[in-house]
């Protein structure tokens, strides 16, 4: 793997170099960047099919794409994360990215503009498995953005951690990965979505699903007044198995729970709002 370069601490932008980005950013432009915003990290193939696919071929993609990523990078909108990702032979496209500091002024200038309430993401600087991780859940992302107009479907909503976070009831946090809507005329499924990457133990798997259970008991609902599903997609045939007997010997979880693997989740998710 080759390694990003890196920058220095990132120190403040002049108030006008932020006041002649926002008056000549595209909305292209714009949609890289709040994509970013919306799932902390991503790679530059996630923004690629994200942002682009609109492009004739594959070359114009990949072409345009590096184009506008290094002008968001120069311009301290986006700065590369971590170290490229495997993909021998993909450049940028396997490159992590994350909001910078102007880019970060722009959305909350943008967000203010609107009226909005202020979500600004700020990775820090992400460990390797962390990076994998946040990487794992913008592509489910991507995946059901790709997938959703096929099934005559659209991603209402999706907030990545911690904006997918939502109150316990018990003074802490019910804590997935992802909260999702997905909308089909005027049928509307929630659910919330954890990654497993499989570098947790079945236990503490086993513990995750009980708090998802436990706030159910209680009569508890998230967004929207909804409860939402729980979906985990997790890596391999024989871990999918091993989840899925743990939630076959918890009560009522199958009801709730529904586990695949990972390449399976964004498909799954589209056919069961389309029964």
């Known amino acids: 793997m080759t390694a990003a370069v890196t920058r220095p601490t990132p120190t403040r932008v002049r108030p006008a170099h932020v006041d002649r980005l ?17 799932l902390r990290v991503v790679s530059g193939w996630q923004l690629e099919r994200l942002c682009f696919a609109e492009l004739g071929s594959a070359r114009s993609r990949t072409v345009t794409r590096s184009r506008v990523l290094g ?12 170290r490229q990702i495997g993909g021998a032979g993909r450049g940028s496209t396997v490159q992590a990215y994350a909001l910078d500091v102007a880019g970060r002024q722009l959305v909350v ?36 953005v790709e997938q959703a107009p096929a099934a005559d ?94 939630v076959r010997r918890l009560p009522e979880a199958a009801e709730l729970v529904t586990v695949v693997e990972g390449r399976e989740a964004a498909e799954t998710m589209l056919e069961i709002l389309r029964e």
């Open 22 to 38: 926002a008056a000549r950013l595209s909305p292209r432009d714009w949609r890289v960047i709040e994509t970013v915003n919306r």
């Open 71 to 82: 002008r968001l990078v120069r311009e301290r909108v986006l700065v590369a994360v971590g």
């Open 109 to 144: 200038r943008r967000q203010l503009g609107e009226a909005e309430r202020l979500r600004v993401r700020r990775p820090g600087a992400p460990g390797e498995r962390t990076l994998r991780h946040t990487l794992a859940v913008s592509e489910l992302y991507a995946q059901l």
């Open 153 to 246: 479907a659209r991603v209402a909503t999706f907030r990545a951690e911690p904006g997918a976070w939502w109150p316990n009831g018990l003074g802490g946090f019910i804590k997935p990965d992802a909260y999702v809507v997905l909308g089909r005329g005027d049928v509307r499924d929630h659910w919330w979505a954890e990654v497993d990457l499989a570098t947790e133990s079945l236990p503490t798997i086993r513990a995750k699903i009980q708090t998802y259970l436990s706030f159910r008991e209680r009569g508890a609902r998230g967004p929207d007044e909804v409860l939402p599903w729980l979906v985990i997609s997790t890596t391999t045939a024989k871990r999918r198995a091993a989840i899925a007997e743990l």
